[in-house]
């Protein structure tokens, strides 16, 4: 009974958790026994090859998953593994998809207001009028992704680039205190992907932000400390130049 | 609260839709009733045809809800018509007393038939046209809870959805068709006499029908819009666009579905209610797959998601089917209906009222020009800006 409370002691000044946690689908381990911690007001990012349990990470993390076995604490004291995605989402983590998904019938602007934080409930919404603090919010967050212009677009009109940033925005308005961001720059031309880290850096001054990358020009760009998996637990971590030179990283990812 | 709620559905395509149904529900009733040298008389005949469309319109409208704002394709949909119906047909029969074959006070003909001596406990209250009507709305709609409430947890989507949908309906048909479901069996019920104290074959009954009918779907439509109208619309409309992301945003998905599947299939219960006095009799053939299946020809064929659609692709169909099955053609309205349903697929995706929309749409567009960039506009935009 001891090994729990232990844990709990420890998970107690980060503000994400996850301890010896495993997942595993029809025998394949996607995460073996994976232990992160992640401090408050932190940025981290996340490389690791392909299958390396990236994207698992994200679905344990945000309830889509449950683990088989392993501690995920949120904020020290709650429990992410008995919670649904919902909830995980009103506790004020945010999660961004490897493909962009945006609301696409429904115009910019819209897409921000579903994503306000605010009134979850069915009824609540059913008789809800947007306030003028509200409208005030929306409008500072499309000026912050710079889609003002094309707020009355329908998001199925928006350029790739475009969709990414409007999920990023739509992130934004859910105030989260941790941002999970899945390959934000795949696909963008290198003007976007400069200007996404810089938006991702203003982002991280006020709120955590882990980011699952491939693209090794970008993470040089964000300059944070970087996390290596590999076959679903942690390779090696510290800061680029650290896990570049880690022997046991050029053989698993970078070397090949 | 509840009339900002309405207040905002009204615009100005919502006051004309409301005035045309209204408008039909009061004139034609009215000029049903003139003298038969009168030149704008319309014959009963029509009436009783015209409030069934109107009828199968709710339905459909009830369909459309449900599918197209929230991506449920429910091939169930007339289960529910048919529960709504036969909470309305009990009341009929228990309003026919000693005027039936047996002259039971009590037991409907069927019952006495059977040789039951006692009514059963299921049938009591539905003298009272109170109880009945609230039976109209809690029956489908208690149904619909249940069966939303294991199969949105379950998060059953798609076309799983769909093939359970399609499983209740007909293991409902198959119940309903057992005598001892105490339901009348195979015949159903029927032989109705009155309705509130009012002979149901008389022609001022029949308009009054005709006219709740006609009220009837336009509630529906206003409720519709109101709940389209509102954030709550937007969040089912994400719902159908990217279900996981909604989820991620922190709504509980299975609430949205819950709400608005049973509000459908109480609209969809008023809609068999309306529709079992104006016919006359209730049957299992009623919960029939295929009823449902056309139920959603008529959405897809008017246009899905646009609510006024539904209405239009319902009275189309129906009255492609009144014509068609009078004639000799008769044999061939399976293939028709068939054939439709492919075309409509094929050359109009969106419906006949959903491409007329969308020409509507993009006429002022053009004129603005703030259409879609190309991506390589877009990130020429964007190159500019950095």
Known sequence: ?256 | MITAFFFRALDGKTWAVLAVLLGIGIALPLLSLTDPSFPLHVPTYVVALVGKYLCYALLALSVDLVWGYCGILSLGHAAFFALGGYAMGMYLMRQIGTRGVYANPILPDFMVFLNWTKLPWFWHGFDMFWFAAIMVLLVPGLLAFVFGWFAFRSRVTGVYLSIITQAMTYALLLAFFRNDMGFGGNNGLTDFKDILGFNIQAPETRGVLFFASAFALALGFLICRAVIASKFGKVLIAVRDAESRTRFIGYRVEGYKLFVFVLSAMMAGVAGSLYVPQIGIINPGEFAPANSIEAVIWVAVGGRGTLIGPIVGALLVNFGKTWFTSGVLAEYWLFVLGGLFIAVTLFLPKGVVGTLMARARKKPDETKAPGALSPIEASQAAEEGA
Not at chain 1, 193 to 199: D, R, S, V
Not at chain 1, 223 to 230: A, M
């Open chain 1, 1 to 256: 009974m001891s090994a729990p409370e232990k844990s709990h002691e420890k998970a107690k000044n980060s503000l994400l958790y996850l301890d010896g946690v495993s997942v595993s689908f029809d025998g394949f381990k996607a995460l073996n026994a994976l232990s992160l911690v992640i401090e408050p007001g932190e940025m981290r990012a996340i490389i690791g090859p392909n299958g390396a349990g990236k994207t698992t990470m994200m679905d344990v993390i945000t309830g889509k998953t449950k683990p088989d076995e392993g501690d995920v604490y949120f904020a020290g004291t709650t429990d992410l593994t008995r919670m649904d995605e919902a909830s995980i989402a009103s506790l004020g983590i945010g999660r961004k998809f490897q493909k962009p998904t945006v609301f696409e019938s429904h115009t910019v602007w819209n897409n921000i207001d579903l994503a306000l934080a605010g009134v979850r409930k069915p009824f609540a919404t059913l008789f809800h009028r947007t306030s003028a603090k509200e409208i005030a919010r929306i409008e500072e967050i499309l000026a912050t992704i710079r889609l003002t212009d094309k707020k009355d677009w329908l998001a199925a009109n928006l350029s790739h680039g475009q969709k990414q940033w409007l999920e990023i925005g739509m992130l934004l308005a859910q105030e989260p205190q941790l941002l999970l961001v899945d390959e934000p720059v795949a696909g963008m031309t290198d003007a976007e992907t400069m200007e996404t880290a810089a938006l991702l850096r203003e982002i991280a001054k006020t709120k955590s932000v882990v980011v699952v990358e491939h693209d090794m020009h970008f993470v040089r760009e964000l300059d944070v400390k970087v996390t290596v998996l590999h076959q679903g637990s942690v390779l090696s971590e510290g800061t680029l130049d650290h896990v570049s030179a880690d022997p046991t990283v050029i053989e698993v990812y970078l070397g090949r």
